[in-house]
T-cell receptor, first 113, second 114 residues
Framework: AQSVSQHNHHVILSEAASLELGCNYS??????LFWYVQYPGQHLQLLLK??????LVKGIKGFEAEFIKSKFSFNLRKPSVQWSDTAEYFC???????????FGAGTQVVVTP | DSGVTQTPKHLITATGQRVTLRCSPR?????VYWYQQSLDQGLQFLIQ???????AKGNILERFSAQQFPDLHSELNLSSLELGDSALYFC?????????????FGPGTRLTVL
């Protein structure tokens, strides 16, 4: 079955710590990959996306993600988090064989001052 | 602000009732998507419309239906409501509904079924 897995459901870290959130997918064919963020009480916002080309993608607010095709992974990173990065982060995948955006379960990130 | 609007923000109703959720896409976007977010199921794709026509279907129950009107706004109709339908319902829109399109999400409608 086609699926998107996010390794951590909850992450708690201190300001200035580095963040890495894992995302793996199981899809055949060509995939397009996204990371969305949902700040408390707000709508989902796109952080970054990968379609093709350089597998290291830079997004907004200092986030980046690396697509590793051989590992079916698209991990999100930020070198130094801020309190304002407290949010829920969703990995999402759309494949040409599936045609629909499939979200992972989300990772709740809490950054403590 | 994504430019996608949804009404109402909150809806409280009883089991067995029917409700309609409304979504207006960003200006110029032709495709609309509906998602359900619940604690146990996470974010689930329900249905997609492109320029008035149904394009893709996900895990949408038969009690649920949707349509996209000529002015491109969309409505999601939920009928014979059950307690388990309580969730946050998001609408998203994109330019062409292509796989590479970014989907812009609205603020959601929180449905509570009592």
């Amino acid at each position: 079955a086609q699926s998107v897995s996010q390794h951590n459901h909850h992450v708690i870290l201190s300001e200035a710590a580095s963040l890495e959130l894992g995302c793996n997918y199981s899809y055949g064919g060509t995939v397009n990959l996204f990371w969305y963020v949902q700040y408390p009480g707000q709508h989902l916002q796109l952080l970054l996306k990968y379609f093709s080309g350089d597998p290291l993608v830079k997004g907004i607010k200092g986030f980046e993600a690396e697509f590793i095709k051989s590992k079916f992974s698209f991990n999100l990173r930020k070198p130094s988090v801020q309190w304002s990065d407290t949010a829920e982060y969703f990995c999402a995948v759309i494949s040409d064989s599936w045609g629909k955006l499939q979200f992972g379960a989300g990772t709740q990130v809490v950054v403590t001052p | 602000d994504s430019g996608v609007t949804q009404t109402p923000k909150h809806l409280i109703t009883a089991t067995g009732q029917r409700v309609t959720l409304r979504c207006s896409p960003r200006s110029g976007d032709l495709s609309v998507y509906w998602y359900q977010q619940s604690l146990d199921q996470g974010l689930q794709f329900l249905i997609q419309y492109y320029n008035g026509e149904e394009r893709a279907k996900g895990n949408i129950l038969e009690r649920f239906s949707a349509q996209q009107f000529p002015d491109l706004h969309s409505e999601l109709n939920l009928s014979s409501l059950e307690l388990g339908d309580s969730a946050l319902y998001f609408c998203a829109s994109s330019e062409q509904g292509a796989l590479t399109d970014t989907q812009y999400f609205g603020p959601g409608t929180r449905l509570t079924v009592l």
